[in-house]
T-cell receptor, first 113, second 113 residues
Framework: SAVISQKPSRDICQRGTSLTIQCQVD?????MFWYRQQPGQSLTLIAT?????????ESGFVIDKFPISRPNLTFSTLTVSNMSPEDSSIYLC??????????FGPGTRLTVT | GNSVTQMEGPVTLSEEAFLTINCTYT??????LFWYVQYPGEGLQLLLK?????DKGSNKGFEATYRKETTSFHLEKGSVQVSDSAVYFC????????????FGTGTSLTVIP
C-alpha cells in the first residue's frame, strides 16, 4: 500500500483568498485523484491528475476554480481559488493501487469564513 | 451506469452486537468492490476488498462477500467494539470506466458500551 501525506492538515481561510493543498506519496504513481467531502457527505471526485498532462475534471468542477499541478510521479497540488463558505470541506488526495483499490491521504480540513 | 446504494444510517449498536451494513451496486462491466472506514477526524482507510464474484474480503473481524447474483457486498462483523465507531463507505471500481471509483453515501456506526 502507498503512504500519502497532505499539507496542511487543516486551515481557516477568509473568503476571496486561495489555498494550495499539497499531496506527497511515498512511491511513484501514474494516477492521482482529488476528492471533496462536504460535511456529513460522501466523496465527490474533483479531478484526476496524471503526470505530464492536464488534469481531467469532473462535471461541476473547473480548472479556474481548482487548478491542479502534477510536476512528478510522487507529488500533486490542488488550489482552491477565490474561496467562499461553500468551499468548506475536507479535501482528500488518493492514488490507485495494484488491485484497483485507492489509498487516501489523511485529508485537509478547510473552513472558509 | 455505475452506482452504489448503501444502507442509511446512523446505526447504533451495543458492544458485542452483530453488525450488518447493506450495500448493493450496479455496474456496466466487471467491478471490484471495497469497504472503506473513516474514523472521526481522519481520512479513509481501506478495510477490505473483493475483485471477483464469490470472493470474500476480510480484515479486523469484518467480512464481505461479493455476490454477483444479488449485486451485493454487505459488510458484517460478529461482535462490534466501541473502537469500531466510524463511518463506513462501500465503493466500486470498474475497469470498463477506467477504474473510476463510485462511493456509497456512507453509514455512520456508533457502538455504545
Amino acid at each position: 500500500s502507498a503512504v500519502i501525506s497532505q499539507k496542511p492538515s487543516r486551515d481557516i481561510c477568509q473568503r476571496g483568498t486561495s489555498l494550495t493543498i499539497q499531496c506527497q506519496v511515498d512511491s511513484q504513481v501514474t494516477m492521482m485523484f482529488w476528492y471533496r467531502q462536504q460535511p456529513g457527505q460522501s466523496l465527490t471526485l474533483i479531478a484526476t491528475a496524471n503526470q505530464g498532462s492536464e488534469a481531467t475534471y469532473e462535471s461541476g468542477f473547473v480548472i479556474d476554480k481548482f487548478p491542479i499541478s502534477r510536476p512528478n510521479l510522487t507529488f500533486s497540488t490542488l488550489t482552491v481559488s477565490n474561496m467562499s463558505p461553500e468551499d468548506s470541506s475536507i479535501y482528500l488526495c488518493s492514488v490507485q493501487g495494484s488491485a484497483y483499490e485507492q489509498y487516501f491521504g489523511p485529508g485537509t480540513r478547510l473552513t472558509v469564513t | 451506469g455505475n452506482s452504489v446504494t448503501q444502507m442509511e444510517g446512523p446505526v447504533t449498536l451495543s458492544e458485542e452486537a452483530f453488525l450488518t451494513i447493506n450495500c448493493t451496486y450496479t455496474a456496466t462491466g466487471y467491478p471490484s468492490l471495497f469497504w472503506y472506514v473513516q474514523y472521526p477526524g481522519e481520512g479513509l482507510q481501506l478495510l477490505l476488498k473483493a475483485t471477483k464474484a464469490d470472493d470474500k474480503g476480510s480484515n479486523k473481524g469484518f467480512e464481505a462477500t461479493y455476490r454477483k447474483e444479488t449485486t451485493s457486498f454487505h459488510l458484517e462483523k460478529g461482535s462490534v467494539q466501541v473502537s469500531d465507531s466510524a463511518v463506513y463507505f462501500c465503493a466500486l471500481s470498474d475497469r470498463i470506466t477506467g477504474n473510476q471509483f463510485y462511493f456509497g453515501t456512507g453509514t455512520s456506526l456508533t457502538v455504545i458500551p
